[in-house]
């Protein structure tokens, strides 16, 4: 069974640091994975697509790194805004049982402060 | 383009009763996925509808089943609501299995 974790839980950080998120999953033989972002009673919003024959995919200030040997993937964020306080979600795609299924991590919670 | 829209926002019903959600894909998304996402419990996968057909669903009881319309769109209904139903309801779209996925912004159904 996939299962999927996400550290740290909770994050706090000063305006403009540079920051890193980490997601991990048990299951190597994985489609791809995506992130997301999540702001309260929100619905998510799609940051990036890695697909499993990929080691890396950019959007802006969001790097995504992926390395499925190791069953690992980590979200970059450069230059950290206020606008960028969300709970960072990581989700993966795998075949079998779980053929259509994004399987997702419990989050990230992100706090920038001015 | 239109975004995944859900309907209603939120939805107050009684123990026992009937619900219903609603889902409109992005146009030229055939594959419609919902998710429930309960207090403290993370998302969890319900079910993937693709071509009007359900293609496989998640950890939960005949009481929560669905639909997928000739126009893509798709129900989620609740029978015999519990207490414990009471979750962020969220349906998802992509264009065909396993690529990107885009997320509504929910149905709140609260179970008093």
């Known amino acids: 069974k996939q299962e999927v974790t996400q550290i740290p839980a909770a994050l706090s950080v000063p305006e403009g640091e540079n920051l890193v998120l980490n997601c991990s999953f048990t299951?190597?033989?994985?489609?791809?994975l995506q992130w997301f972002r999540q702001d309260p009673g929100k619905g998510l919003t799609s940051l990036l697509l890695i697909q499993s024959s990929q080691r890396e995919q950019t959007s802006g200030r969001l790097n995504a790194s992926l390395d499925k040997s190791s069953g690992r993937s980590t979200l970059y964020i450069a230059a950290s805004q206020p606008g960028d306080s969300a709970t960072y979600l990581c989700a993966v795609r795998a075949g079998g049982t779980s053929y259509g299924k994004l399987t997702f991590g419990q989050g990230t919670i992100l706090t920038v402060h001015p | 383009e239109a975004g995944v829209t859900q309907s209603p926002t939120h939805l107050i019903k009684t123990r026992g009763q009937q619900a219903t959600l609603r889902c409109s894909p992005i146009?030229?998304?055939?594959?419609v996925y919902w998710y429930q996402q309960a207090l403290g419990l993370g998302l969890q996968f319900l079910l993937w509808?693709?071509?009007?057909?359900?293609?496989n669903r998640g950890n939960f009881p005949p009481r929560f089943s669905g639909r997928q319309f000739p126009n893509y769109s798709s129900e989620l209904n609740v029978n015999a609501l519990e207490l414990e139903d009471s979750a962020l309801y969220l349906c998802?779209?992509?264009?065909?299995?396993?690529?990107?996925?885009?997320f509504g912004q929910g149905t709140r159904l609260t179970v008093v």
């Open positions: 509808y693709d071509e009007g057909e359900e293609r």
């Open positions: 998802a779209s992509s264009r065909q299995v396993n690529t990107e996925a885009f």
């Open positions: 146009s030229g998304h055939t594959s």
């Open positions: 299951d190597s033989a994985i489609y791809n």
